[in-house]
């Protein structure tokens, strides 16, 4: 299903165009945030220590069950922002990405390096932004 309320420009004249994302996401409809998203269970315990695959994977159905909460999934997120200690982990996190999302309709996304988290253990963190059709 694909949304209306939704259109895409993956390169805008005189930009490159993107890699695994698309530059500019355009939406109407309601705006939702879903915050950044952990490898925490339903119970709070971490998922995949040391494991960046496993933390992608945990982290993305984190926010598949956040959008749903707010009556959307992944068609509607408009824009990814990943927030990594180590850019190393960005193959796992696309891998996770591309389970969930339609690779040939991806949104704008921002891949940030950052010293921490707000744990150690925590290999990453995942913010979704997403529109719903009015």
């Known amino acids: 299903m694909r949304s209306s309320h939704v259109s895409r420009i993956p390169a805008p004249e005189g930009v490159a165009p993107a890699t695994g994302y698309t530059h500019v996401v355009i939406g109407t ?3 939702i945030a879903v915050s950044g998203q952990l490898a925490l ?3 709070g315990k971490l998922v995949g220590e040391g494991d960046p695959a496993a933390q992608a994977r945990q982290v993305f159905e984190n926010l598949r069950r956040c959008l ?7 068609e509607h997120v408009v824009k990814l922002t990943y927030f990594v200690t180590d850019m190393a982990y960005l193959p796992a996190v696309r ?3 591309d389970a969930y999302l339609d690779p040939e309709r991806l949104p704008a996304s ?3 390096q950052v010293a921490a988290l ?4 925590f290999l990453m963190e995942i913010e979704a932004y997403a ?3 009015e």
């Open 68 to 74: 749903a909460a707010a009556g959307a999934d992944f």
């Open 29 to 31: 409809g309601r705006f």
């Open 110 to 112: 921002s891949a940030v």
């Open 41 to 43: 269970d339903e119970d």
């Open 118 to 121: 707000v744990r150690p253990e």
């Open 95 to 97: 891998e996770a990405r």
């Open 131 to 133: 529109v719903l059709p």
